[in-house]
């Protein structure tokens, strides 16, 4: 069953560092999403991109940070400057054209030190 | 208007018993209510959604109840087993020309004990 990937698992870095967090998407599939779950809490969406632009985003979403395709497969996360609140579990999700499904990844565990 | 309020936040129930885990949602232009399950160290996963026309959707032990009127919705585990014990979201999302971002509850705790 095709599933959606995210590398690396794990991500510890220092305040003030960039970050890129990566999702390979489901093949064929075109919506791509942005989740974060701070530990304990609940899943909260961080933004939504739909033909090679931002169709969504969320209060959390500022200029910190910025999604992009790359080359037509990676679908990355970029923190430009990471502050210790960043700290939480970053799910990339994906949409097939049509239905409601979205699939998770597994998540990349990023801690800001 | 966007928030989806869950309870309980944790739940113990003895194997084979019944768990229920309640939704309730303010915004009438939600139209696909899906329930994920999520295993420590794991992403959610689909476990059983439902559309706003229907009010009830079984699939195997899991079972959504669904009230319009009410705005609620809730997940029942029949015949809960061990395995069950994970995290339950559940979901709420509006179908928009781009796409539909996913607004969570806060998340119940089950433990099935055996």
């Known amino acids: 069953e095709p599933e959606v990937t995210q590398t690396p698992s794990h991500q510890v870095t220092q305040m003030g560092q960039e970050v890129i967090l990566r999702c390979v998407p489901i093949?064929?599939?075109?919506?791509f999403y942005w989740y974060r779950q701070i530990l304990g809490q609940k899943v909260e969406f961080l933004v939504s991109f739909y033909n090679n632009e931002i169709s969504e985003k969320s209060e959390i979403f500022d200029d910190q940070f910025s999604v992009e395709r790359p080359d037509g497969s990676n679908f990355t996360l970029k923190i430009r400057s990471t502050k210790l609140e960043d700290s939480a579990m970053y799910f990339c999700?994906?949409?097939?054209?049509?239905?409601?499904?979205?699939?998770f990844g597994p998540g990349t565990r990023l801690t800001v030190l | 208007q966007q928030q989806v309020k869950q309870s309980p936040q944790s739940l113990i129930v003895q194997k084979g018993g019944i768990s229920i885990i309640n939704c309730a949602y303010e915004n009438t232009a939600f139209d696909y209510f899906p329930w994920y399950q999520q295993f420590p160290g794991k992403g959610p996963a689909l476990l059983i959604a439902i559309r706003p026309d229907v009010s009830e959707k079984k699939e195997g032990r899991f079972t959504i109840s669904f009230n319009k009127s009410a705005k609620q919705f809730s997940l029942h585990i029949m015949d809960s087993q061990p395995g069950d014990s994970a995290t339950y979201f559940c979901?709420?999302?509006?179908?928009?020309?781009?796409?539909?971002?996913?607004?969570f509850g806060a998340g119940t705790i089950l433990r099935v004990k055996s």
């Open positions: 999700a994906t949409l097939r054209t049509s239905g409601n499904e979205q699939f």
């Open positions: 979901a709420a999302s509006m179908r928009r020309e781009y796409g539909n971002k996913l607004v």
């Open positions: 093949s064929n599939h075109l919506y």
